[in-house]
């Protein structure tokens, strides 16, 4: 377990929570004055209320919910969305309807995951040449469908 610092920038914003013991990502909740309608191909961006003091060397990632993904069409158009250990601001999720019906979201509905991570960072050596494999430079279906 990490320890990571939570502070709530709107008194009404829920602190993130496990839905079950065995689950992998915290569910973030949406923090609104009032309802939120998001209208078919729209892509809006819904606060939480909440900012973090992720600790070095990790990253939160922002995933869907899949029954909002199967049941109320709802993406999160940059999945995984990164948040950076550095990064002080408000979370903020940007959701996107790719059904045909509006989609209302009110105060307190849970509309994300919250998965932290370990970070590796790279550096980088440049070469004139990298070693090559069967697969070499094949890409993009090269095995088939």
Same mark, same amino acid.
């Given at each position: 377990? !990490?320890?990571?610092? /939570?502070?709530?920038?709107?008194?009404?914003?829920?602190?993130?929570?496990?839905?079950?013991? %065995?689950?992998?990502?915290?569910? /973030? #909740?949406?923090?609104?004055?009032?309802?939120?309608?998001?209208?078919?191909?729209?892509?809006?961006?819904?606060?939480?209320?909440?900012?973090?003091?992720?600790?070095?060397?990790?990253?939160?990632?922002?995933?869907?919910?899949?029954?909002?993904?199967?049941?109320?069409?709802? /993406?999160?158009?940059?999945?995984?969305?990164?948040?950076?250990?550095?990064?002080?601001?408000?979370?903020?999720?940007?959701?996107?309807?790719?059904?045909?019906?509006?989609?209302? !979201?009110?105060? %307190?509905?849970?509309?994300?995951?919250?998965? #932290?991570?370990?970070?590796?960072?790279?550096? #980088?050596?440049?070469?004139?040449?990298?070693?090559?494999?069967?697969?070499?430079?094949?890409? #993009?279906?090269?095995? %088939?469908?």
């Amino acid at each position: 377990m !990490i320890k990571v610092r /939570l502070k709530k920038l709107n008194p009404r914003a829920k602190i993130p929570q496990y839905a079950t013991s %065995g689950s992998s990502g915290l569910d /973030l #909740f949406a923090c609104l004055d009032k309802k939120l309608i998001i209208n078919p191909k729209e892509v809006t961006l819904i606060p939480t209320g909440i900012a973090l003091e992720i600790p070095e060397g990790y990253e939160g990632q922002i995933r869907p919910r899949s029954g909002l993904s199967l049941k109320k069409r709802l /993406l999160i158009p940059n999945s995984p969305g990164t948040i950076d250990s550095d990064y002080r601001g408000e979370i903020k999720i940007i959701i996107f309807n790719w059904g045909d019906e509006p989609v209302e !979201i009110e105060h %307190g509905q849970r509309i994300a995951q919250l998965v #932290f991570q370990k970070v590796c960072k790279a550096y #980088f050596e440049e070469v004139e040449e990298l070693s090559p494999t069967n697969r070499n430079t094949g890409g #993009f279906g090269h095995t %088939g469908l």
